[in-house]
């Protein structure tokens, strides 16, 4: 009987990893669409690999070598996913026409689900809700892809720098210089990474449930005051951002096609180990899909809220693409 591995034992000891891999590869991409692509094409590889595997590495290490690979090959032919606020443009004017930018690769939110961040087993370790917050990965977007992958091994995944040269075939001075590098870069655009969210509090969870009933019922006045005086409102694949509790109210007043109480339904569900709500609005007699909204907060307040435009997203997070008429979620 031979004692090479077989390829049922690979199928075994690395499913257990899918989920850590996929979190990996969106940081990587901004996209949870190109990740499990990159990831099935990392398990299909590593499967007709697998008889020559002699374990001089943890079957772990050898598979982030392969999914990191997989990403620094496709980063070289794709542009970098940005949010509308990583375009470098000035705050938009909320009652201009809105623009488009189909052609624009976004960033993308992911379910918290299927990277286990909402999970309770060991990969939650490398999944934790911080390291797939909103504003991490958008700013992890401005590092060139190698220095991407340092970070992220060293930094997020807490790696020895020798771990990260065996994975990207190079020295640990390399590793620590390129580290350097984008440790600096990543100030310039990023929240700490040490700053790391608190679970919500009790006033938040009270904040989004006034965030619901005033945007259900389509109260200006309440809308006002959920917001810190500088939050941030951007909606890819529109390419304007708004700052401030004025100009995101004169936003929603003059491009939502909401108009009046009872126009639009909230869902909540978990994105980016963030607050979020799926949006229909009302056509007839049913809800039909509209965005995906990715909350942000400072304090009490909401700071930041990331829109999305794509349906998709919808079939990604498992949500209906309609709702009947009459259900609310609104207290």
């Not at 624009?104 to 934790?128: M, N």
């Not at 992890?140 to 994975?167: F, G, M, N, S, T």
């Not at 491009?255 to 869902?267: E, I």
Request: charged share 25%; glycine share 6%; with cysteine.
């Amino acid at each position: 009987m031979s004692d090479k591995p077989s390829n049922e034992d690979f199928l075994r000891l690395a499913d257990p990893m899918r989920r850590e891999l996929l979190a990996h590869c969106y940081r990587m991409l901004g996209s949870v669409h190109d990740a499990e692509d990159l990831v099935q094409e990392t398990y299909l590889r590593a499967w007709r690999a697998y008889d020559g595997f002699e374990g001089r590495s943890s079957l772990r290490t050898w598979l982030y070598r392969i999914a990191t690979t997989q990403c620094l090959t496709a980063l070289d032919s794709r542009g970098r996913r940005p949010l509308p606020t990583g375009l470098g443009a000035p705050a938009s004017e909320p009652t201009a026409p809105l623009v488009e930018r189909g052609e624009v690769p976004w960033l993308e939110p992911v379910p918290d689900g299927i990277v286990g961040a909402g999970a309770d087993d060991p990969a939650a370790i490398v999944t934790s809700r911080e390291s797939i917050r909103l504003a991490l990965v958008a700013a992890l977007q401005h590092l060139p892809p190698r220095q991407r992958a340092v970070l992220i091994l060293r930094d997020v995944l807490k790696w020895r720098a020798a771990e990260v040269a065996e994975v990207l075939d190079t020295t640990t001075t390399a590793v620590n210089s390129i580290l350097q590098r984008a440790r600096a870069q990543l100030d310039e655009v990023a929240p700490s990474l040490d700053d790391r969210p608190e679970p919500l509090t009790q006033e938040q969870r009270a904040q989004l449930d006034r965030y619901v009933k005033a945007f259900e019922n389509y109260d200006v006045g309440a809308i006002v005051e959920l917001f810190a005086k500088d939050a941030i409102w951007e909606m890819p694949p529109f390419d304007g951002w708004y700052q401030g509790p004025e100009a995101i109210v004169a936003l929603v007043r003059t491009q939502c096609p909401a108009k009046g109480p009872g126009d639009l339904r909230l869902v909540p569900i978990h994105a980016n180990g963030q607050p979020a709500f799926a949006l229909y609005l009302r056509e007839g007699d049913l809800y039909q899909h509209f965005a995906l909204a990715v909350l942000t907060f400072t304090g009490s307040l909401v700071s930041h809220v990331g829109m999305f435009f794509d349906d998709r997203l919808f079939e990604l997070f498992e949500l209906p693409a309609s709702l009947p008429a009459g259900t609310s979620t609104a207290k």
